[in-house]
């Protein structure tokens, strides 16, 4: 091989297979070898394709990054390369590697300080090769008639450990959909940190174990992948070693960036709102609420419907009925999803006019109202059980509420009054779920006071307040009076909480509680602060006897 390398002046490969027997020849170029296409043929996650590469290098390269990620992507059980003498073509020292399988999904440390010194090209342009240089091991490089390893025990030891690994995540997660996190900003890598921490939480929400988290800066998104394409090799191969399943994008992706990216990837590839909806299609319990999220789901799918790789789309509708000019099934599918969302709108539409009239009746009872707003998971179930003794369900997880609950509440002074748990908001919240829930954020309209409920422990509870202020204002809301309660404050010291109440005040003129919704002796200042901002609405006694029940 080396010599017909040397005369030809091109890299000469050969992809050997368990038994030592050639399965394919490769020709290349003075500074490369392409690999033969197997196609989208998938390999086993707990095995290797039972294939490996030996071809040469005319340059006194070691492993190039391209060697190592022909290695991952298509899983070969080794990459060889040979340097050959300039001289007279004999072979130098070979230079080898193995993928690792991953241990409990943490990476190994003694691939780092083998590929740094052993195996991997030291040329300082291949900086993301070290980086990435924990998914390989890296053989001892030696002259041919040296080399002495057994390989097919290592490479069935290597197969045996995958296998257990994978098992013993299946066992821990419960079946559960194994992601990677992307995120890829043109900004501060800061927000990217603080949104993608967010996505981790809505996943978590979702059911979704989450293997790795992403970020890539770049100077612009790339307009078909997002990611750069040396970013989106190195996902692949992460992806493989952790067992992933999905990777989820922490922003809208089109359709057509869904469907480069599914064909690249081969895994599940969802973006933010379409996690978001997933979220609130598991949580939805009542009528109104899954009709709200089958139609939130539908307008999404609506602009993704389009031909897919190895789809009968493109077929048309033949027999009888499907005569004539015809139409295709991706129009079909089209009309269907069209019909059913104009079915849907029309439902909704009917069950917003039914809570608009029970709305008018409370009106017409002259009991004040109050709703409790704010950001998704910051404790507004847990304090409307706390202010009525009720037992609503209310969890640590995002959007736990999603059909918005009425009780009645006595305040200080004789004071009755009906107060409302709404869904949380979130930054950057689906358009087709706002649309899909207008009829249910319209019962906000309808109140005399707003209580915002705010997570004082949350790191990022400035921006928080801010994306609930956003919603109110596009929804119109805004001029109805609040109050900001900053709730969790036991998980804050006495002076952090302080601090926080003043920078809040500064920023958002209002008046400002600290409590905690699980301690029933700290919502007491909440309780006045309402009853003194709803004075004015107060009735008497004998008009609250005349409410009876709502």
Do not use: W
């Not at 004539?324 to 709108?345: H, M, N, W, Y």
């Not at 709703?371 to 202010?387: D, E, F, I």
């Not at 779920?433 to 906000?444: K, N, P, Q």
């Amino acid at each position: 091989m080396t010599e017909i390398s040397h005369e030809t002046n091109r890299q000469i490969g050969v992809l050997l297979n368990r038994k030592g027997q050639v399965e394919y020849v490769m020709v290349g170029t003075a500074k490369q070898i392409e690999m033969p296409d197997f196609g989208r043929a998938r390999v086993s996650a707990e095995r290797f394709r039972g294939l490996r590469c030996v071809h040469t290098h005319l340059l006194g390269e070691k492993l190039t990054q391209d060697d190592l990620t022909d290695l991952a992507l298509l899983r070969l059980d080794l990459m060889s390369v040979i340097q050959v003498d300039k001289s007279n073509g004999l072979p130098g020292l070979v230079y080898s590697a193995h993928l690792l399988p991953a241990a409990d999904g943490e990476v190994q440390k003694p691939a780092r300080e083998q590929g740094l010194n052993n195996g991997l090209d030291p040329d300082p342009a291949l900086a993301d090769t070290r980086a990435s240089a924990l998914d390989y091991e890296f053989l001892e490089p030696a002259i041919p008639a040296h080399l002495d390893t057994d390989f097919i025990s290592l490479i069935n030891s290597l197969e045996d450990e995958m296998a257990r690994v994978r098992q013993t995540a299946r066992n821990r997660q419960t079946n559960r959909d194994r992601a990677i996190l992307i995120s890829v900003t043109t900004g501060h890598t800061d927000d990217a940190e603080e949104s993608l921490a967010e996505l981790e939480e809505l996943a978590a929400s979702a059911g979704v174990f989450v293997l790795d988290r992403v970020i890539q800066r770049r100077q612009q998104i790339d307009p078909r992948t997002i990611l750069g394409r040396g970013k989106l090799d190195e996902l692949l191969i992460r992806s493989m070693r952790l067992g992933a399943d999905m990777i989820i994008f922490d922003t809208e992706l089109s359709p057509a960036q869904v469907r480069s990216l599914s064909e690249a990837t081969e895994l599940k590839v969802i973006d933010r709102p379409q996690l978001i909806l997933d979220i609130f299609a598991q949580r939805a319990q009542s009528r109104e609420g899954k009709l709200q999220v089958e139609l939130a789901q539908l307008k999404y799918l609506l602009p993704r419907l389009v031909v897919g790789q190895n789809s009968a789309f493109s077929r048309l509708a033949g027999g009888i009925g499907g005569r004539g000019p015809g139409e295709t099934k991706l129009e079909t599918d089209r009309r269907r999803v069209r019909d059913r969302i104009s079915q849907l709108e029309r439902a909704v539409d009917d069950l917003g006019r039914q809570r608009q009239e029970r709305r008018k009746n409370r009106v017409q009872k002259h009991l004040p109202i109050i709703s409790l707003v704010g950001y998704t998971n910051a404790g507004k179930s847990t304090l409307l059980n706390a202010l009525t003794q009720s037992d609503v369900y209310a969890e640590q997880k995002m959007f736990a509420t999603l059909d918005p609950t009425s009780r009645r509440l006595r305040l200080p002074y004789e004071q009755e009054v009906i107060i409302n748990d709404t869904v949380g908001f979130i930054r950057d919240l689906p358009e087709p779920l706002v649309s899909a829930f207008r009829a249910t954020l319209e019962e906000i309209a309808d109140s005399d006071l707003l209580v915002h409920v705010v997570d004082a422990s949350n790191p990022r509870v400035m921006q928080q307040i801010d994306s609930v202020d956003n919603i109110l204002k596009e929804l119109n809301l805004n001029s109805i009076p609040q109050v900001l309660v900053l709730n969790k404050a036991d998980l804050l010291p006495p002076g952090e909480i302080d601090n926080l109440r003043r920078q809040v005040m500064f920023d958002k003129p209002t008046e400002c509680v600290a409590i905690s919704a699980i301690r029933r002796d700290s919502i007491k200042p909440l309780v006045e602060a309402m009853a003194v901002r709803i004075g004015k609405f107060s009735v008497s006694s004998d008009e609250v006897a005349a409410a009876g029940n709502l």
